[in-house]
Each structure stands twice: as C-alpha cells, then as structure tokens.
Nanobody, 122 residues
Framework: VQLVESGGGSVRPGGSLKLSCTSS????????MAWFRQAPGAGREGVAS???????IYTDSVKGRFTISRDNAKNTLTLQMNSLKPEDTAMYYC?????????????????WGRGTQVTVSS
C-alpha cells in the first residue's frame, strides 16, 4: 500500500490548510485511515482517525478545528485544518491499517506515507 501526502506549507496563525493523502491500496474503502504528526524533538502524535463507515475520532487539541474525511471512490483521505496555531507545526503523516477499529495508536498502523510539512508562524 503506497500513501502519498500533499498540501502542506507555511501559514500564519489563524489560517487554514487542507492536507490530502492518495492511496494505491486495492479495496481502499476497507482500510481504517489516520493522520499523525511529529514536531521537531517530539514524539509522534495521533491527530485523527476515520473508519470505513466514515466515523472519526480526534485528539483533544484539534477538536473543533480539524476535520478528517475520506473519498473512497477516489482513494483519498483529507485533513481540513482551520484556526491553525504555532503548536500545530509538524510533519504530518498519513497512515492505514486493515483492521476496522479506528485508533490514534501509531504502532497499530502498518502503512505510512513520507509526510508533508506544516509550518504555522507569524
């Protein structure tokens, strides 16, 4: 399964970005998908996860600001990020797992993209 992220960049605090992740997976709709991030000097953090049925979970720090969604017809995962803060600065990664349970535990994901950088700074 190949995952390719795009859409990262630099933005001022309060701004928005939309990340995308395209997948080569056969039967993409069967995968649970997620976004993770890793800031310099910090550990990897689960941001959001979306199940096959479209239900989703978020880490507390992004609730109300970020929205994860998927388009199974296009094998695409997106993360709409609004009201961005400097602490959202990180490399953002797309991940996939074959099991149905959505989770923010990175160790449970088998497939990973190479990441896209998001920088929030004035």
């Amino acid at each position: 399964v190949q995952l390719v992220e795009s859409g990262g960049g630099s933005v001022r605090p309060g701004g928005s970005l939309k990340l995308s992740c395209t997948s080569s997976a056969y039967a993409y709709s069967r995968y649970t998908m997620a976004w993770f991030r890793q800031a310099p000097g910090a550990g990897r953090e689960g941001v959001a996860s979306i199940a096959r049925d479209g239900s989703s979970i978020y880490t507390d720090s992004v609730k109300g600001r970020f929205t994860i969604s998927r388009d199974n017809a296009k094998n695409t995962l997106t993360l709409q990020m609004n009201s961005l803060k400097p602490e959202d600065t990180a490399m953002y990664y797309c991940a996939a797992r074959g099991e149905p349970l959505k989770t923010l535990e990175g160790r449970l994901y088998k497939h990973w993209g190479r990441g896209t950088q998001v920088t929030v700074s004035s």
